[in-house]
T-cell receptor
């Protein structure tokens, strides 16, 4: 079974600064997808960014980018120019040959003014 | 973007009663829907995968007789918590995969249902 590990239960960043959230995963599959989801206090899951394993280029979505290291099975999320609205729980998720998502335990991000 | 709704958003029931939660894809067809459970400040745990027109596939440790899942149409899946007990109190989230999306691979999440069993 695939496991997703987020080793940072909580992170804090000042507004306008950059923060990196870590995620590692374990799998024997060669074809898979990785995602970062944001869950604000409303608890609505919001897709932040996704990465296909077969793509070597790191995904980028505006202020959000990933550092995907396939050999190391690492998938970190970098948030640049942090904003107060970025405060939320962030979940790293893996999707393999099935379509269900396997989530990490999450990282709570606090953004301070 | 694709929208998934859940109803009700909150429900409080007495111990021993059954509660039905609906998950609807509003602007797309979903052959596959997923049901997750989330405890406070915890991650989402997959309970079952629901496929239209067939029996749901439950994850290990999930009681299929307690959590009845029906996916009768391409836009609706229901989760019924039977004979609910206080330990069933949780936040239940569904997600849906677009039938016509073979490459985008995104799941669309509902807003969740908070169940409280007294």
């Amino acid at each position: 079974a695939q496991t997703v590990t987020q080793s940072q239960p909580e992170m804090s960043v000042q507004e306008a600064e950059t923060v990196t959230l870590s995620c590692t995963y374990d799998t024997s599959e060669s074809d898979y997808y990785l995602f970062w989801y944001k869950q604000p206090p409303s608890r609505q899951m919001i897709l932040v960014i996704r990465q296909e394993a077969y793509k070597q280029q790191n995904a980028t979505e505006n202020r959000f980018s990933v550092n995907f290291q396939k050999a190391a099975k690492s998938f970190s999320l970098k948030i640049s120019d942090s904003q107060l609205g970025d405060a939320a729980m962030y979940f790293c998720a893996y999707r393999g040959s099935g379509y269900a998502l396997n989530f990490g335990k999450g990282t709570s991000l606090l953004v301070t003014p | 973007g694709a929208v998934v709704s859940q109803h009700p958003s909150r429900v409080i029931c007495k111990s021993g009663t059954s509660v039905k939660i609906e998950c609807r894809s509003l602007d797309f067809q979903a052959t596959t829907m997923f049901w997750y459970r989330q405890f406070p400040k915890k991650s989402l745990m997959l309970m079952a995968t629901s496929n239209e027109g067939s029996k749901a596939t439950y994850e290990q440790g999930v009681e299929k007789d307690k959590f009845l899942i029906n996916h009768a149409s391409l836009t609706l899946s229901t989760l019924t918590v039977t004979s609910a007990h206080p330990e069933d109190s949780s936040f239940y989230i569904c997600s849906a995969r677009d039938f016509q999306d073979s490459s985008y691979n995104e799941q669309f999440f509902g807003p969740g249902t908070r169940l409280t069993v007294l």
